[in-house]
C-alpha cells in the first residue's frame, strides 16, 4: 500500500489516497495530503481549508456520515461553494480530512470516478 512520510513516520494510505487509519490524522498529514493531492503546496493549510476539513471531521465522528458540501459551507460560514472554490473536487477533500473511502448507495465513489 502506498503511504507518506510526516515527520518521520510512515502513515498508510490506499490505492485511491485515502487515509486508512483514521486516527493517524492531524494538520501536518492534511498538509501531506494536500501537497501529494496537489491542493496545497504550502503548510499549514489556509484557515478556510483547515475549517472546512475540521467541519467535516468532527460532523463525520458524530454521524458517521459525509457530510453534504453545501451544508459544510453553511456551518463554517462560508460561501455556498467553498468545497468546490477551495478544493475543486469535495472527493479530495475528504481524502485531506482523513475520511475513509465515499460508499454508500452502490459506490458512488465509483461513478465520481467516471465523471472524471
Same mark, same amino acid.
Given at each position: ?14 490505492e ?46 458524530k ?5 453534504? $458540501?453545501?451544508?459544510?459551507? /453553511?456551518?463554517?460560514?462560508? +460561501?455556498?461553494?467553498?468545497? !468546490?472554490? #477551495?478544493? *475543486? %473536487? $469535495?472527493?479530495?477533500?475528504? /481524502?485531506?480530512?482523513?475520511? +475513509?473511502?465515499?460508499?454508500? !448507495?452502490? #459506490?458512488? *465513489? %465509483?461513478?465520481?470516478?467516471?465523471? /472524471?
Open positions: 500500500m502506498p503511504f507518506i512520510e510526516v515527520e518521520g513516520k510512515k502513515i498508510e494510505l490506499d485511491d489516497d485515502f487515509l486508512v487509519n483514521f486516527d493517524d490524522w492531524d494538520e501536518k498529514v492534511a498538509c501531506a495530503i494536500a501537497d501529494k493531492l496537489g491542493v496545497s503546496k504550502t503548510c499549514p493549510l489556509t484557515k478556510e481549508k483547515l475549517e472546512i476539513i475540521k467541519f467535516m471531521r468532527e460532523y463525520y465522528k454521524f458517521n456520515a459525509f457530510p453534504v $458540501p453545501r451544508y459544510i459551507c /453553511k456551518n463554517v460560514h462560508q +460561501p455556498k461553494n467553498c468545497t !468546490y472554490e #477551495e478544493f *475543486f %473536487d $469535495p472527493l479530495s477533500a475528504y /481524502k485531506i480530512a482523513g475520511l +475513509p473511502r465515499v460508499v454508500a !448507495y452502490g #459506490e458512488i *465513489f %465509483d461513478e465520481i470516478r467516471k465523471l /472524471k
